[in-house]
């Protein structure tokens, strides 16, 4: 099925609807996020834990998809993206499964509160889902994780959520404690310098 769709034509697709119709002031979820942040690190933990074919055209897709929704809203948005997917992947060969699995994918990178923390519920028997949700918080552990933070402050700030500085770094630790990748390529890839950048937090929240 994989090789009788065409995804560069998707995709094009995809990047045109999302720099046309997403919002300016979306400094950390703009195209940018999806085209040159998540769908790299997708491809880079696929291929580390092997998946191919149908599997990773599947899971591209989504990654394409996974922010589509921030067209029309900017809170729960991933139920408009797979809204998106359902009326548009038709039209481009996908299969009825194939866009089920796709739609999947989407929600499990939505953010939900488990016992008092913010965290991605993925299915953990879906490989797809968890190198998603991998891949979308993927800058957790780079070394421009205080660049892409402070772009996503400055969003939240736009869309009506301002957090002061100390606020703010209060809440990165939070989330940067209470989150783990789940794929073991993502841990090796990742964790030791999302060490260090929860360190940093901790160092400036003790100099504020």
Known sequence: MAENLDF???????????EKELPPNLYYHGIHHTRD???PAFERLAEMDGVKGDDLLVGKTAVLYHDIGYVE???KNEPIGV???NETLPTFGYSPNQINKIGQIIMATQLQMVDGKLVQVPDKS?????IMCDADLDALGREDFFITGENLRRELSAN???K??????ETQLAFQESHKYFTNAAKKLRNAQKKMNTAEIRDLLRIA
């Not at 034509?9 to 999302?18: A, D, M, P, T």
């Not at 002061?164 to 770094?169: G, K, M």
Request: glycine share 2%; proline share 0%.
């Open 73 to 75: 809203q900017y809170i």
């Open 160 to 162: 009506g959520m301002h």
């Open 8 to 18: 560069e034509l998707i995709k094009k697709y995809v990047f045109s609807k999302l």
């Open 164 to 169: 002061s500085l100390r606020a703010w770094y």
């Open 126 to 130: 879906d490989l797809l889902q968890l």
């Open 83 to 85: 809204r998106i997917a």
């Open 37 to 39: 942040d998540v769908l």
